[in-house]
């Protein structure tokens, strides 16, 4: 049977209201990937990183006859794991930048050149960290996610002029630290 | 962390003002780059040495940040398993068929019922996604009432006995015959709960809510 890709998500989302867990499933093996790296990218480490996806998954669940059609059930997670990456975030200090995308390295990449990657992707990680959450939030789901403006609004309830203001500044705050890294 | 380069001044002489000589502003310039569009220069920055002088180092700078996007970041194994389990868990889905044999009694979950029912539906030629439920709707609504009176007593909730009633949701593929699909899907759940569980009367619920058509190769 081809399954997965075939059925739309507000398809699984219906089903999984009627209680169909199958359904659930299903969004939950398309949908964690992007929890999860969101998560990583806004709180900087792993563990949070997993246990935030974690809840999210079972939050979003927990609240499906809350969920409005009219937006996408990845908008509406995307609000989630940023609404709980911001607790955690604003309730204890990162453990461990080091270890962004640890998880993602290439085994056919030369030694040299991964070396140089890793450095690239810790000097961005720490750039990220210094960023107020709002600029960071707007950098992670534009820059990294590759939603638009109107859906990063959507996301976090801002106007579009908002989240062009929250982005100018955020890009300078990062190009700075980024020069130093250079 | 590297020196600043000649470079990096270069560029924090730019990122600290608003425009650059030639009048043109810093952030869209930035944006501009940040946004992959650094190659498509307007009228005005194709004949512009400062345009392009800018848009040239906040390539270089912005680097970092398009190879980290880039970068695929998979999810930690055993995230998915993890989340439904917890939901399990909450759901508290404890159904059970009940059958007892001369060795004593068998009992099986209703939960796993409904998957060897969906995985069954989903061998039928035209289904393309099946669905299979045990933990709300008719089939607990049943076992309930059906077992109210001589529940087991290592069931927190309740026993099917050797009767089970499963709904299944479906999508079928657009063009087949979806009454016989139905049908098929009917017969070929039945057989398997029969001779693979062992349930005596079983009830398959189809319900068909959508039709998948395929993409033009």
Not at chain 1, 50 to 61: G, T
Not at chain 1, 147 to 175: D, I, K, Q, W
Request: charged content about 25%.
């Amino acid at each position: 049977m081809k399954a997965g890709p075939e059925v739309g998500d507000n398809y699984l989302v219906a089903r999984a209201r009627e209680g169909y867990l199958d359904a659930y499933e299903m969004l939950v093996q398309r949908h964690s990937a992007m929890a999860y790296r969101v998560a990583l990218r806004l709180c900087g480490n792993h563990h949070d990183a997993q246990d935030i996806a974690q809840e999210a998954l079972i939050a979003a669940w927990e609240n499906l006859d809350r969920f409005k059609a009219e937006s996408s059930f990845s908008t509406w997670l995307y609000q989630i794991v940023t609404r709980r990456a911001l607790n955690k975030v604003t309730r204890g200090r990162r453990r461990d930048l080091t270890d962004l995308l640890d998880d993602a390295v290439d085994p056919g990449t030369e030694p040299a050149v991964q070396a140089e990657r890793n450095l690239a992707v810790d000097a961005v990680t720490d750039a990220l960290a210094a960023l107020p959450f709002p600029q960071r939030t707007v950098v992670v789901l534009h820059h990294f996610e590759g939603l638009s403006y109107a859906e990063v609004g959507e996301v976090t309830h801002s106007s579009v002029p908002a989240v062009r203001s929250h982005l100018f500044r955020a890009r300078r705050t990062l190009g700075k630290q980024l020069e130093e890294w250079r | 962390m590297n020196e600043p380069t000649a470079d990096g001044q270069a560029a924090a002489h730019l990122l600290s003002a608003v425009t650059l000589p030639c009048g043109a502003e810093i952030d869209p310039l930035l944006e501009q780059v940040a946004d992959g569009h650094a190659a498509e220069l307007d009228a005005h920055q194709r004949e512009c040495v400062h345009c392009q002088a800018a848009i040239a180092e906040f390539t270089a700078l912005w680097a970092p940040v398009t190879e980290t996007a880039a970068t695929s970041v998979p999810a930690p194994p055993g995230l998915t398993a993890a989340v439904m389990s917890q939901i399990r868990v909450m759901i508290r889905d404890v159904w059970y068929t009940l059958q007892t044999t001369e060795l004593g009694a068998i009992r099986i979950a209703a939960r796993i019922v409904a998957a060897l029912a969906r995985d069954s539906a989903r061998l039928v030629p035209g289904v393309r996604v099946a669905l299979g439920r045990s933990s709300h709707g008719k089939m607990a609504a049943l076992a309930e009432e059906a077992t109210f009176r001589h529940r087991h007593p290592h069931a927190a909730v309740g026993v099917l006995g050797r009767t089970a009633i499963v709904d299944l949701a479906v999508a079928v593929s657009y063009g087949d015959p979806v009454r016989e699909v139905a049908r098929d899907i009917q017969r070929h759940v039945i057989r398997t709960l029969r001779e693979d569980v062992g349930l005596k009367t079983v009830v398959v619920n189809v319900t068909v809510d959508d039709v998948i058509i395929d993409e033009e190769p």
